[in-house]
């Protein structure tokens, strides 16, 4: 029998395949000074950036032909948006705390925004650094002069809008703020925004919470950074919006019984917090796409009131715009939500009523 070297054939074994070199990058850290955040981030450890609510950006300029974030392996949904291709969407794995972003880009300067899209309060994503080409360097982007705070629920969110049809259950993966009217209009404006929302939230009341109101509605939690974290509270020099629209109250009156007087009242307290924090900016209440009968009277009565009241009292900076409710012509995402093509008319209704309200035009 022939001797066998077990030796020479291990290693002859190893050397049968063909091992790739382990590829040089360029780390930088989420401190780093040539990158930009639009959200509410919590940066109490410089080189971890926690963040939750769908809307929060990453802004950048590199060089070299692809870019990869490390992050916290988490599942979250992001949208692209590199130079001028048209954007596109990217998630987070559980398994892997490396999200390539983009590869085989064309020597040179190249312009990023890295968009958080999905709801992540109940998954808390973290960014730690990007990993470059080696040799490749980032330097800061210049951010927009125009600024909007959108405050809101569901609809804000973009929830389900990839959805096929109305019966399409929730998912993280179906849901898109890139999509929502907000997030449409704040790039016809080319407005740096930032977005406090999630879904089922309300001005006193929750999804189907009790008459007498819900814990962890938008009032209670809106100066948190985390939504429900009450230990770290958002410092609002940091983004100083010349709008804020808020477009709650469907799911204050989305079941029956609901209480109109803390609606009202809800309202009332949410303004003065509102000019507290912003004394300058203009203030917008939004109705729809959701509400529809008893409700939208309610609340439609409700914010008329308020805004009525507000100008009595001397604050002319208050305003108010009605989105058309959504009636199935344009289809419907997850659970019934507006459809992209439900939040595209929105946001031309949207647009145009706030290109009255500010002055502003959208680009062309």
Known sequence: ????????????IALSFVVQPIMAYERVSANSKDIVYTGRIDN???????????????STTFTGTSIKAVMKPVEAY???????????KVASSKKDSVLTIATDLAE???????????????????FHAFLLDDGATLKKTKMPKRKIEFIGNSITCGYGVEA???????SDSNSNHYYSYPAIAARAFNAEAMVVARSGIGIYRNYNGPKKGSKDNMRDVYENILYTDYSNKWNFSNFTPQVVCVNLGTNDTSTEPY?????????????????????????????????????????????????????????KNVFRIDLTPSDGSLGYGADWHPSIA???????????ALEEITGWKRKK
């Open 342 to 352: 439900q939040n595209i008319k929105s946001s031309e209704e949207f647009i145009s």
């Open 259 to 315: 209480d109109a007087m803390l609606i009202i009242q809800g309202y009332q307290e949410f303004l003065k917090t509102l000019r507290s924090h912003y004394p300058k900016a203009k203030i917008v209440f939004v109705t729809g796409s959701m509400l529809n009968g008893k409700s939208l009277e309610d609340v439609t009565t409700i914010l008329d009131l308020v805004v009525a009241e507000a100008k009595a009292n001397g604050d």
């Open 164 to 170: 096929e049809s109305a019966r399409s259950r929730f």
């Open 1 to 12: 029998m022939r001797q066998v070297n077990y030796k020479n054939w291990i290693v002859g």
């Open 78 to 88: 992001y949208m692209v948006e590199i130079d001028n291709i048209p954007a596109y």
């Open 108 to 126: 040179g300067k190249h312009s990023l925004k890295l968009m958080l899209v999905s709801e992540s309060y109940h998954q808390r994503p973290e």
């Open 44 to 58: 109490s450890t410089p080189t971890t950036i926690k963040y939750v609510y769908p809307g929060t950006a990453i």
